[in-house]
């Protein structure tokens, strides 16, 4: 790579700590023994494997998360409350050995939002870290039940945001019988997450928490594209459902979203048109996409210079507060 990078900053960039691998067979089991090897070596690494993709793409600084279901899919609650508070101290001590390269994004115990909070707090306070993200609902639990008040009222005091993460939905529904293809990555986390983020909007969390955001990966997965959709069709079958805003007005506002996984310049253009572009940021989702891919993408998709300045780094440090 000759040409000069722009700058860009990653959201949605995995690891795993040691023990988290159990969590994750659900998905991995289902790839190749040697793709499996290769993730698990990409995951596991903090140094020359990450640093080096990211130097050859032009990645200054990478918010690293947990990879899914990470305690989301835990049963026990007093376990997963241990095992958060683990895994934000090892992502702790990897940020502090590459302190302008990485950033971190918390685990949390959502099985209690009072704990979740807690932990929250003790994240960005004490392990300086940006937010928090979750791995969709917890055991079927989704946030926007009103426990979950204590826990949005602590990100609005914190000022951080939490990223909602795929996972699968809980059960797996009839839709995707006999079609194991479309009930994961491919489509069904895109619809579980789209509508885990849909039920925090009508169940009113954003007008209870004016200054929340979350960030949906996945160009907002899928989201944009029906902005028009949810005020054409909610005026007509609210059911009684009271919003102060049109539902599109919370996107941009309350919802942001990240390019990860998805390189295509018209669907950007999509996303940017709807969203606004202070409400879109670059992402990988490394391991699991091409750094490569993603860099040269966002590199050159016709956009202003502007624009792309915003997309690649300057809205993530406005929102997450990155100096
Ligand atoms: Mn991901």
Redesign the pocket.
Known sequence: MTARRIRKIAL?E?FTAPGFETYSKVFTSLMGSATQSELSSRLTDFDDIRLGEMDRAGIDVAVLSQ??PSVQAETDVDTAIRRAAENNDFLARQVARHPHRYAGFASLPMHSPRAAAAELSRAVETLGFKGALVNGHTNGIYYDAPAYDELWERMQQLDVPLYL??TDPLPITKAYEGHPELSGAVWGWGVETATHALRLLFGGVFDRFPQVKIIL?HMGEGLPMLRWRFDSRFAVYSHGVKLALRPSEYFGRNIVITT??VCSPAALACALAEMGDDAVMFSV?YP?ESTAIAADFIESAPLSDDTRERVCSRNAERILKLG
Do not use: F, R
Request: proline share 9%; no cysteine; charged share 20%.
């Open positions: 949605e995995h990879t899914g993460h795929p990966g990860s996984g989702d699991y």
